[in-house]
């Protein structure tokens, strides 16, 4: 059945009939009459009920409402449905609200906001970050199409873990133990193996962090890529500017509205520098006096050295590249140019890390010999290694997180607000 919705009002002549159905947004009683604000997906209008059909409307029932267009220069967006019919078809139940949500701000703590996810996201500003995400994973999948990229689905049981550390949640899988999937690394290389040379997917990947933090999810999001046939690593980083470029392009126009709510202006072209780590810990130590562990940038490095970056390039990003062997999980392709050093890189965005990538060993005789260096059983990876016996290309990817990339785009303080139902140690519900 086709739905009226708001937006559509709008575009009706005055005196057209319209039937509307929505949520109680905001009410307000003045005397014989009544303005009652009808929430929809797509924005509030104004209809004026008279004492009769106000009836017993409370705030967030759903209801429909038949009624008359008109225009009044009063009303928001000069518009208005003069209602001559009310149906209630969701009635409320509730003593008061857990908290206002038709106030344009939400005086509750975040922990509260997510108790109430269904309620909270009923405020328009909160629903616009999904909308918004919804727009951030589309325009990845179009621009990786636009570049000969296969969607692929990978599984999420897996029967050993990719990325290494001890940060796998296990799975009672019959008889055996399984686990969930930290990354869909091994298949995607498998599929740029098996003939579709780019592939990509978004989904789930799991993480049993102990991290409670701003930044960390037990379940998050994953943009994944992996291309086949490349040179080396700058091609990725190429990729990944790309998209990011075609991203904000295309988020300025298909998402205008949702971003004016955010209040955020995207970048125009965005050009991003490429700094080996161990410059950037050479920065650090430098201008900031700020130590660094070995072989990688803490969060409190990461922050510095994104305003580093943003002073001296006037850039929100910057990859670091030339990761330490030693800091980087077995698959990672050595880079000869540099002893000790891998041919990966981290992209930063506003001082926070939201990718990992490099290029990968596709060489089935030095990744048997990588991963027996690493200490790791070769026999437990032979479903893995077996695929580069039979000519793999040289290849690479990247993985973005999804609510990563969406809390630095919109300049939120914690991922949980870019995390439609988060998961963290604390919560697995609603
Ligand atoms: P990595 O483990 O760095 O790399 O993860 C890639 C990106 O995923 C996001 N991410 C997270 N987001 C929220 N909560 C978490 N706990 C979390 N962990 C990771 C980050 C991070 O940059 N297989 C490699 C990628 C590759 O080389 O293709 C990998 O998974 O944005």
């Not at 960390?216 to 091609?235: P, Q, R, T």
């Not at 026999?379 to 077996?386: L, N, P, R, S, V």
């Not at 969406?406 to 140690?425: V, Y």
Request: proline content about 4%; aromatic content about 12%; some cysteine.
């Amino acid at each position: 059945m086709k739905k009226i919705y708001v937006k559509d009002v709008a575009a009706l002549a005055d005196g057209s009939e319209v039937e509307l159905k929505g949520w109680v947004h905001k009410i307000y009683d003045l005397g014989k009459i009544s303005f009652v604000r009808l929430r929809d997906k797509y924005g509030v209008i104004q209809v004026v009920l008279d004492k009769e059909h106000r009836g017993k409307l409370r705030l967030e029932m759903c209801i429909s409402v038949t009624g008359i267009k008109a225009s009044n220069p009063k009303a928001p967006n000069g518009i208005e449905v003069q209602g001559n019919k009310v149906e209630i078809l969701g009635k409320a139940y509730y003593d008061i609200l857990p908290f206002e949500i038709n106030s344009g701000k939400i005086e509750a703590t975040l922990e509260t906001q997510l108790d109430h996810r269904a309620i909270s996201l009923r405020a328009p500003k909160i629903m616009s970050v999904f909308k918004i995400q919804e727009k951030i994973a589309f325009a990845f999948k179009e621009y990786l199409k636009k570049e000969h990229f296969t969607e692929i689905y990978t599984p999420k049981i897996v029967a050993e873990g990719t990325e290494g550390g001890s940060e796998l949640f296990t799975v009672n899988y019959f008889d055996h133990r399984a686990f969930l999937a930290q990354s869909p690394q091994f298949y995607k290389q498998m599929m740029v193996g098996a003939g579709f040379e780019r592939v990509f997917e978004v989904g789930h990947a799991y993480r049993a962090e102990l991290h409670n933090t701003y930044r960390h999810l037990n379940e998050y999001v994953s943009l994944d890529v992996e291309m086949g046939f490349i040179e080396d690593e700058f091609e990725l980083m190429d990729l990944e500017e790309g998209f990011l470029n075609y991203l904000f392009d295309y988020l300025k126009k298909e998402c205008a509205e949702e971003l004016k709510l955010q209040g955020v202006d995207l970048p125009g072209m965005v050009e991003i520098p490429r700094i080996p780590l161990a410059d950037a810990q050479d920065i650090l130590l430098k201008e900031y006096g700020k130590r660094s562990p070995k072989g990688n940038i803490d969060a409190e490095g990461e922050k510095l050295f994104s305003q580093y970056v943003k002073e001296k390039y006037d850039s929100d990003f910057v990859f670091l590249t030339k990761y330490p062997v030693s800091k980087r999980p077995m698959y990672t392709m050595p880079d000869d140019e540099l002893e000790g050093t891998t041919k990966s890189f981290d992209l930063i965005y506003k001082g926070l890390e939201i990718t990992t990538g490099g290029q990968r060993i596709h060489d089935y005789e030095m990744l048997v010999n990588n991963i027996a260096k690493f200490g790791i059983k070769t026999e437990d990876f032979a479903f893995y290694t077996e695929n580069f016996k039979y000519g793999m290309p040289p290849h690479g990817g990247f993985a973005i997180g999804l609510e990563r990339l969406t809390m630095k785009i919109l300049n939120l303080d914690n991922i949980r607000e870019a995390a439609l139902l988060p998961r963290d140690m604390k919560r697995i519900t609603p």
